[in-house]
Each structure stands twice: as C-alpha cells, then as structure tokens.
C-alpha cells in the first residue's frame, strides 16, 4: 500500500507541474507575416492543405501508413500492457523457464514485411516515378527557374520568347543582376525576367528547374507536396501542378546559413490571364526615373 | 573650427567634468596642430554623358512585405542623379583628402556613426568615418536583417538583428580603409557602403549633390572622388588659411 | 585462455601505483569506464543545457533568454536575446556533443568499458594503455569542441551534419569542429579495435559465442560498425578541412557565387559527395546509438523478468544482421537530394528490410514478458519504458523510409520528433536502467530506489511533452532547424504546441535533479549491498562489488547460458553462469 500512495503523490506532482506550466506556453505570438496566406495549416498532427494534383497520393500514402503504425502500436501495445499487469511479481506467482513456442511473432513480423513491401512496391516506387521522374511535356508546362541563394529564393522567367538567357556567375551583382544574366550577349536573356516572388497558373502543369548559387538549400512547397534539395552546381527539374489559386509560401527545407528561417519566398498561383498580365507588367522596360 | 571638433565628444570624454579639462587640453593641441586659422573645400559632383542609361525600378519587396513602406529602388539604384538640375548632379560621392596630410595626428571624432536599415534599405548608402569613430548599426524595420562587411583589412563581420532595435544597436570598431560592400544577406537589393579614415577630411555628396570639407590646415592636398559605380576622380588643391576653395568633380563614363 | 591467465597473474605484481595513475591516467577498464561515463554525462547536460536555450527562442522569439541570457556573450546573443547565428552554433554543438560526446561515449565507452569485460570474465581490456588513450584522446577532442565556443564567429554552425558548402565557407568554429571529430574518431577506433580484440581473447574458459550476454553481443557489433563507418568520416574530415584551410575543392563546385562573391574554387567538386560520406558513418552510428542501449536493456529485464530470454539466438542474428544492413541504407537520409526512382526504391527497400530484425529485437523483448515474473524496480521502469518509446521512434521512422511520403517530411519536425524518439526516450532511457541496474556493482551501493521513481515517472512524462508535439509541428510543415518558426505561416499555426514542447524540456531539465542528488548522495548513503543484490546470472555479478584491480578473485569458469532463471527443480530462482552446481 505504501508503493501505491507514493505513486499517487506523484503523478499528482507530475499534473500540478504540467498545470504550472499551461498558462505560460499559452502566450500567443504576434505574426510577422503582412500579406494573408491561404490555407489551413495542420494543428492537431494533420497535414496542410493540399491545393496540387498530385499531392492527395503522397497524402494517402501518409496516411495509410500512420494507420498502419497505430494498428501495430496499439495491437503491441495491449499485450505489452496486459503482461506488465498479468506478469507482475508478487506471492505465489513464478515465472516459467520454459520458452512459449510463439508462432502469433513470426505472423507478425511476416505481416509487417508483407505490408512494407505493400506500401513501398504499391504506393511509394509509382509515387516518386510519377512527380520526380515522369516530367510533363516541355511545351504544355510552364517553366521557372529556381536560383537559391544565402537567403532569397530568385525566380527566372524566360518572357516572351520562352528561352532562358545564358547566365555567368562573373556577371552576379547582388543588387542590379542576382542571377548573372548575361543580358548584353545573349539575345534570349534580353526579355527575361527576374522576380522575387514565384507566380504560377492555376490548372497547368509547372516545372520548376532548382539550383542554388551558393550552399545547398531545399525548395518546399507545403501545400504542394513538393520538396527538391537545390544543389549548386546542378539543375534538378521537379513539376506539380496548382488546382487552387490563392497566396502561399515557400519555404527552405535544408540549413543553409544564419538566417535560413527568414528565407521565405509567396507563390501566387493565378488564372492564366493574370499571370500574363503580371508577367506583362514585369517584363516592361524601365521607366525613366526623375528625382 | 577647433570647438567644433570638440563638440562632438560625446564619449567617456564628453561628460560634464572632462569637457571642462578635456576642452582646454585639446583646445591646445588643436591649436598647435592645426594652426589659428582653417580652410575649407566644398564642391558638386557633376554627371556628363547619357542619363538615360542610369534608370530605377521598383524593389520587389513582396519577398518580405514587411519592406512594405520601401521607398528604394532596384535597378542602377546606386548611382542617383540629380536630373532635373543642369549639369546634373550626383549623390553618393565620396570625396577625400588622399595626400598632402603628412604624418600629421588629428583630434580624434569618437561620436558614433549611425547606419540605419529602415524599409530594407540602408541610411546613409555611403558612410563615411573616422576609424576613432564607433559605428553603431540599428534596425528599424519588423524584420530580420543580416548585415554582412565584406571588407580586405577589417574583420568579415557577418551578423544578423532579428528584432527591431533602434535604441540600442550594435556596436562596431573599424580600422581605416577604402570604401567597402555592406549587404544584407536576407534583402538580396540591400547594399551599401562603408569608407574608414585615418582623418576626419571627408565628405558625401547629399541630395543637392554638394559636399564640403572644413577645418584643413593650409597646404597642398590630393583630394579623391569615388562613386561605386562611376569610379574615382582626382583633384590637386591648394589651400591657404580662412580660404574656401571650390573643386568640383565631373564623371564622364561614357567618355573612354 | 591462458593469456587471461597471464594478465592476471600479472596485475597481482604490480607495485601499488600512485594516485594519479590510480584515478586520473589509469589503464584499468573499471577507472576508465567511470570516467568515461562521469565526463559523457557532464556533456549530456551541457548538450542538453544548450537545447534548453534554443527552446527559450523557439517558444518566445526575440524576447531576452530569462537568467543566463547575459552569459552568452556578444557573438551567440544580443542583450540576452538568443541571434541567429547564436541558434545555429548552438544546434550544431547540441547535435554533436549528445551523438559524440555524450551518448556514445556513456554507452560505449562507459558502460562497455566498464561491464563487458567483467561479463566476460576478463580481468582487464586486452590493451589496457590503448583504452587510456582512447579516453584522452576524446578528452582532448571534447575539450576542442568546447574551447569552439571562443573562437571568432562562436562554434561551428552549420548543423551536426555540416553539410558542404555551407560548412566550407562557415566561420573558423566549423574548423576547431573537424579537429575536435578527428580526435573523437580516432578515440572511437582505438576502443572499438581493443573491444573487438578483448571480446574475441580474452573470454572466460567455457563462454561460447552462443552463452555471451546479449550487452556483449550488441558491444561486438558496435564496435565492428565503429571500426568501419569511421574511417570514411575521419576522411571526409579531412577532405572538408583542406576545401577550408588549402582551397582544394573536393566538395565545392565551379561556379560558387557566396554573398555576391565568386568563389575561387575550380575543378568540380560534389557537395553530394560530403553526404555520401557523412551518411555512410553516420547512418550506422545511429545503430551504434542504440544497439548497446538495446542489449543494456536485454540485460535488465531478463533479470527483472526472472525468465529467459525470450529467442536469444534469434536476437543475436538479428543484431549482425542489423549490423551489417546499416551500411546499405545510408542514401534514405539523401532521398530529395535529387535520386531517380531505381536507387530511391533500392535504399528504401534496404530500410524497409533492416526494419525487420529491429521488429524482432523489440518483440522477442516484449514476449520475454509473457509468463515471467516482472520485479519492478526503478532500472526495470526504464528498460520496459524503453520498449514502447523506442516503439514510437522505430515506427515514425517508416513514412521517413517511404521515398514518396518522405517528399513532405524529410526535414520537418517529425524527423526530430523520430530519431529523438530512438535516441533519447529511447537509448537514454536504456542508459539510466544501466546506471540503476550496475550502480551497486561500481559502488557496493545501491541508488536510493524512491529518488529513482520520481525520476522515472516525471522524466517518462515530460520527454513525451517534448517529443510528441513534434510530429504535429512536422506534419504542418515546419522545417527543423528555424530559429524563428513564427516566420512561416504554418508555423505560427502551431506555434501553441512549439511552447509547450519548450515547457516540456525545462520540466525534463528538472526532473533530472533527484536523479543528480541520487547519483552523488548514494556513493554514501546508499544501502549496501551484497555482490549480487539483483540475484543475476552474469558473471560481472561472480565479482566482489566494486571489483578489485584484475577483477575477479578466482579465474570464471562458464557451465551455461547467460539467463538461467526460474530453472524448474532448483531451489533459488536463478543460476548463476560461473556455478557448477546449484546451492543448495
């Protein structure tokens, strides 16, 4: 009886300590972003909103997959439950030498096997083969190039004339040409243009090419169920497709530097008309400016 | 001119009783070293050529809508013409005393030297200090900044102000040397300057483009203009006592 | 075994040695083994006191850390308010010290230094001077990493991982990082030969393969996947220091612009390649995180459990297996780093198959309960708590294996919330059983077993408030490594559930007092025990308590297995390894 009451005692500690605690973590934090993101964003161990194509397959899979782990935690979980009260010393009870012959073991560990190579073979291989590898068609897409840097996301569109200008790094001037466009030479690089910002159109596959001017950096898109490592010295195609226009984030997934948090880029996917418009509105030349 | 040197202690020296001996004592090496009488120089930086090639374009704050009330504009931002004056005038123009100084020790300035990021960009865009001087850099803006020195002599001081503070600061010692890049590593477009001196002849040409350096003791001077993007000029200069001597500097970049 | 003989004989000639030789430069294993695991708890707190300030940040960002903020000095803070670089050198030596400092030094270096020889009846190490170097050696490397801290820029900061470029072109603290890993290697490689050597030598007549303790099986892995695993790091090592100090370009590409600055660096190099490298060490030392924690935990409730345990053999393959699958599953840590669909569906179908003998370890542990005899005492609390803790850390890990779910949560909160699973409830965990479990071995004391269950049931809960709220954190969205996740607007969603992970930690911070009064008040005032107060079978418990210089009086002789319990016809319920016959 002694052992029980102590252990009342303390989870009695335990609860007025957590309740110590409750009204100090409840503080709300001031949010430091101006422009209204759409979205809902999972509080309770749910995924963001997913407003991709493609996204609802990796959704699943997730899933799928927790539920898996649940049965088998919870399934363990009772019979480990029921021998630490079944099994517990006390007078007149012995422990048997001889070992149970556990057959239930191996049915399981072969279910567990079978079901991974479900999950694996069934959802994930066709999964990755189908938004990593099986790029759309290059004259369907919309095509943006993703240059990360130490800590802003640059966005390359090719204007008008659909080609991507030839970039130098000796060209990169941190203000006036972050991408190192080499706008003299090359007559493709003359209409395109540069933005921080990623607009994209809505009902139209994108392809995304990602590569970093510095250190590795990973471009997320949340809501799109898309992350690419951006690896300097290598171009890495990877494509979605938007069903929902709205302002969202993008995030950087891989430490790269002091202010990795703050690299955060919006991406307003738009109906074709206003991305033309917008991009119209880019790609004018400059005004001459009077002081 | 010696009291205005004085006036700007505002350190461990400014206070109330050390101002009352600190006053007469530099009063006199003032006077010994820099004569009774002083001269100054003052001048326009002048642009000749195509303007029209020098545009500004908008920021794309919307990287961070906290850059919202941005006045800055990208593009050849750097180089600012006065165009509606005639001949068009320059800001941003460094201009220095290079040679003529000797050996000679000056009265140190120890005020601190603001450089403010406010709307993702940098107040002043060049700044110009004496290597006595503290440099003390604030954030006025709801958003994180990274400020990065990419200097050759001093050290490559790479930090950030996470939160705003226009109060407090942070304090940077800087020894001399020629104008260097600042930029901030999270606002790609924010960039600025920062020139340290072994003397306090210096200037930046402002809004009309003028600048004017006082209290040079008489004598021949090399006087130095460096724009970041424009180059640099230079001017020899001769100085009596109580003289204001007039230097004006014309770029010419298309002349080459 | 003559040899042993050999050794012993020869410790009992040797003249009575001074104190510093006795305590500080000593070769005997036992010393060593305390050492070892004094120095690694005192960098388990420092690693865990530095998280416990990062969580300051992460729950109120920008505001001044309360009472030590002002100790952080000018390059971590700003007027006690935690910077961005503070966060990130923080992060790293977080990472560092409790993977390298910490967790493997207590439970490879102390409690296998320490236990296995006694459990194999040695009387030493077989290279008692190589063992003292290698505790010095990662002294020296520890002191490095700390002595970082003061270097201009403040400690290495790009993450425990120290990714290329980025740790190429950090700040001079990355630089004392690589230095303090050599030494920390090459600490590791010096035991992990002498473990290796010492298991195979020097066992006590009798003790086969098949009747060794499951902990001295999970120690002979261990220090397999060391000896393999880090040479490729100790490599990478110094690759990465000439791309810092010579300008080579192994893991630089052309092209580098860096704040606006082309870099010098030419010739092609592969940040990729710095990953391949890391990850080939560091994905089996995640196994050498919890594999001796694993066999830690055999040992304890076989005891507890008054049973055998339940497919030793088949646990002991699966332990070589695991062993050796863990050197082919690296690449599942790379899997958005740009693979194709063959060699992503090959490192995933390589994690599913190691998944396999961890299933089977952890069940062969749970049926081990079913109709034994379960004591509950406070190392038994830990080692059963172990279970479904390392449950949830194993599980969590299958959605990270899949390549395709893997897209959205590689490198969120849920990889945190999973390997910290593993390792902390998990092996630290595993490593408090051991310390309440051999304590009375090392001091002829037990801990005071009240202490030790208000340390169990408060640090039980509150590691879970830590952990749990990390996947929720993950499956939102939230990157690791944020030092201001309220930038993000699926951050400041779930900002509510960051604060009370942080509350959690601090409460975790004080649930550790009692066990910090239990551990030095017990050296005196803990009861005194017999040689063997938890009645078991192995022969570290044939020793006197605490075992002499040379460690056993009469040479071991071995007539069973190692978890003889409950044996039908005898008179006491266990039967000790090292007895010919039962008492009667």
Same mark, same amino acid.
């Given at each position: ?291 | ?256 | ?99 390298? #400092? ?5 439970? %490879?270096?102390?409690? &296998?230094?320490? $236990? !296995?020889? =006694?459990?194999?009846? *040695? /009387? ?5 001077? #190589? ?5 010095? %050696?990662?002294?020296? &490397?520890?002191? $490095? !990493?700390? =002595?970082?801290?003061? *270097? /201009? ?9 120290s990714y290329a470029p980025l740790s190429v072109v950090a700040t001079q603290g990355q630089t ?254 595993a490593a408090f059983a051991g310390i309440y479990h051999w304590y009375p071995k090392v001091t ?19 590691i879970n408030v830590v952990f749990m709220p990390m996947f929720f954190q993950g499956m939102a ?108």
């Amino acid at each position: 009886m002694q052992v029980k009451k102590s252990w009342i005692l303390l989870a009695v500690i335990a609860a007025a300590l957590v309740a110590s605690a409750a009204p100090a973590w409840a503080q709300a934090v001031a949010p430091k972003t101006t422009v209204p993101i759409d979205g809902e964003y999972g509080r309770f161990f749910s995924l963001p909103t997913d407003v991709s194509k493609n996204g609802h397959r990796i959704d699943n899979l997730i899933h799928w997959t927790h539920a898996f782990m649940a049965v088998l935690f919870v399934g363990w979980g009772i019979f480990f439950v029921y021998c630490l009260m079944r099994f517990r010393q006390r007078p007149g009870h012995q422990a048997h030498y001889e070992l149970v012959h556990a057959k239930p073991s191996k049915y399981l560990e072969v279910a567990v096997l079978i079901v991974e190579i479900v999950l694996l073979a069934g959802f994930s291989v066709p999964i990755w083969a189908s938004v990593k590898n099986d790029l759309p068609p290059a004259d369907k897409a919309f095509r943006v190039r993703v240059v990360a840097e130490q800590f802003a996301w640059n966005f390359h569109y090719p204007g008008p004339d659909g080609q991507f200008g030839r970039t130098d790094p000796k060209l990169v001037d941190t203000a006036t040409n972050p991408l190192g466009l080499d706008r003299e030479g090359d007559p493709h690089a003359k209409d395109d243009i540069f933005a921080l910002e990623l607009h994209i159109p809505v009902n139209q596959p994108v392809i995304c090419d990602i590569s970093s001017k510095d250190v590795i950096h990973s471009f997320f898109l949340p809501v799109m169920r898309v992350k690419q490592d951006a690896l300097p010295g290598m171009r890495i195609p990877v494509w979605f497709e938007a069903v929902q226009t709205g302002t969202y984030e993008v995030a950087c997934a891989q430490l790269c530097g002091n202010n990795h948090y703050s690299m955060r880029a919006l991406m307003y996917i738009q109906p074709a008309t206003d991305l033309e418009a917008w991009l119209r509105e880019k790609g004018k030349p400059p005004e001459e400016f009077v002081e | 001119m010696r009291f205005s040197v004085y006036s700007r202690n505002v350190g461990f020296f400014g206070r109330p009783v050390w101002r009352a001996i600190g006053g007469c004592v530099l009063g006199l090496v003032v006077r010994t070293a820099a004569a009774e009488d002083t001269a100054s120089i003052k001048g326009k930086a002048l642009f000749k050529g195509e303007s029209a090639k020098y545009v500004r374009h908008e920021v794309p704050t919307d990287k961070d809508p906290n850059c919202k009330k941005s006045k800055a504009k990208i593009g050849e931002y750097a180089v600012i013409l006065n165009k509606k004056d005639d001949p068009i005038t320059i800001r941003n123009v460094l201009v220095s005393v290079k040679e003529g100084l000797g050996d000679k020790k000056f009265p140190p300035l120890t005020d601190p030297v603001k450089l403010t990021q406010f709307g993702c960009e940098y107040d002043p865009h060049v700044v110009a200090m004496m290597s006595t001087q503290p440099l003390k850099v604030f954030n006025g803006d709801d958003t994180n900044h990274n400020i990065h020195l990419l200097p050759a002599k001093n050290s490559q001081e790479n930090f950030s102000q996470p939160v705003k503070d226009l109060e407090k600061g942070r304090e940077l010692k800087l020894v001399a040397e020629p104008p260097f890049f600042v930029k901030c590593e999270v606002h790609p477009w924010m960039g600025c300057y920062i020139a340290v001196f072994d003397h306090p002849f210096f200037a930046v040409t402002g809004e009309e483009g003028t600048y004017e350096i006082k209290g040079l003791p008489p004598g021949k001077y090399v006087l130095e203009a460096w724009h970041e993007k424009l180059g640099t000029m230079t001017a020899n200069v001769e100085v009596t006592s109580g003289e204001t001597k007039e230097t004006d500097f014309t770029f010419e970049p298309d002349k080459k | 075994m003559t040899e042993a003989h050999h050794h012993h004989d020869d410790h009992h000639h040797h003249p009575e040695l001074g104190w510093w030789r006795k305590y500080v430069f000593s070769t005997d294993h036992k010393v060593i083994g305390v050492q070892y695991t004094v120095t690694a708890l005192l960098f388990l707190l420092f690693g865990f006191t530095l998280v416990m300030i990062m969580r300051w940040q992460l729950a109120y960002p920008g505001k001044p850390i309360p009472l030590i903020g002002g100790l952080l000095g000018k390059t971590l803070a700003n007027d006690g308010t935690l910077l961005p670089e503070g966060y990130n050198a923080l992060g790293a030596m977080h990472g560092t010290i409790m993977v390298f #400092l910490g967790i493997v030094p207590l439970i %490879v270096g102390g409690f &296998g230094n320490y $236990v !296995m020889p =006694l459990q194999i009846g *040695a /009387p030493d190490m077989a290279f008692p001077k #190589l063992n003292m170097a290698s505790y010095w %050696v990662y002294f020296c &490397g520890g002191m $490095v !990493m700390l =002595l970082s801290f003061f *270097a /201009p820029g403040g400690a290495a900061n790009s993450g425990w991982t120290s990714y290329a470029p980025l740790s190429v072109v950090a700040t001079q603290g990355q630089t004392w990082w690589l230095f303090g890993m050599v030494l920390l290697i090459t600490s590791s490689l010096l035991g992990s030969i002498n473990f290796i050597v010492t298991i195979i030598q020097l066992r006590a007549k009798g003790l086969d393969f098949f009747k060794l303790p499951f902990f001295v099986w999970s120690q002979f892995v261990t220090a397999f996947l060391l000896l393999l695993a880090f040479p490729p790091l100790e490599a990478a090592g110094a690759l990465q220091l000439m791309d810092r100090l010579a300008g080579t370009s192994f893991f630089m590409p052309e092209g580098l612009v860096v704040s606006g600055i082309v870099q010098p660096y030419t010739g092609g190099g592969s940040p990729l390649l710095w990953q391949h490298l890391f990850w080939f060490l560091a994905h089996p030392e995640v196994y050498v995180l919890i594999l001796p924690a694993m066999g830690m935990v055999a040992e304890v409730i076989a005891n507890n459990t008054r049973k055998p345990l339940w497919g030793y053999r088949l646990m002991v393959y699966s332990v070589i297996f695991l062993g050796f699958m863990s050197f082919i599953v690296w690449a599942h840590h790379m899997f958005i780093t740009g693979m194709g669909t063959r060699i992503s569906a090959f490192f995933a179908t390589t994690t599913m198959i190691i998944s396999i003998p961890s299933v089977i370890i952890l069940t062969a542990l749970v049926i081990s309960l079913y109709r034994s005899s379960i004591r509950y005492n406070v190392p038994m609390l830990f080692a059963l708590a172990f279970l479904p803790m390392f449950a949830i850390g194993g599980l969590t890990g299958l959605p990270l294996g899949l390549p395709a779910a893997d897209i959205q949560l590689h490198d969120t909160y849920y990889v945190i919330g999973h390997f910290h699973y593993v390792v902390a409830p998990g092996t630290i965990f595993a490593a408090f059983a051991g310390i309440y479990h051999w304590y009375p071995k090392v001091t002829g004391r037990t801990m005071n077993p009240a202490l030790g269950k208000i340390h169990f049931v408060l640090s039980f809960i509150f590691i879970n408030v830590v952990f749990m709220p990390m996947f929720f954190q993950g499956m939102a969205g939230v990157s690791r490594r944020l030092f201001d996740q309220t930038f993000y607007q699926h951050g400041l969603d779930v900002q509510g559930w960051t604060q009370l992970s942080s509350w959690g930690a601090w409460m975790l911070g004080l649930s550790q007092v009692p066990f910090i009064m239990n551990f030095f008040m017990s050296l005196r005032a803990g009861r005194k025990v017999s040689d063997n107060p938890w009645e078991a079978t192995t022969l570290e418990w044939a020793a006197p308590s605490p075992p002499p210089h040379g460690n056993f009086a009469t040479v071991p002789v071995v007539y069973r297995g190692p978890y003889e319990y409950s044996v039908p016809g005898q008179k006491k319920d266990f039967f000790p390894q090292h007895l010919a016959k039962a008492e009667a």
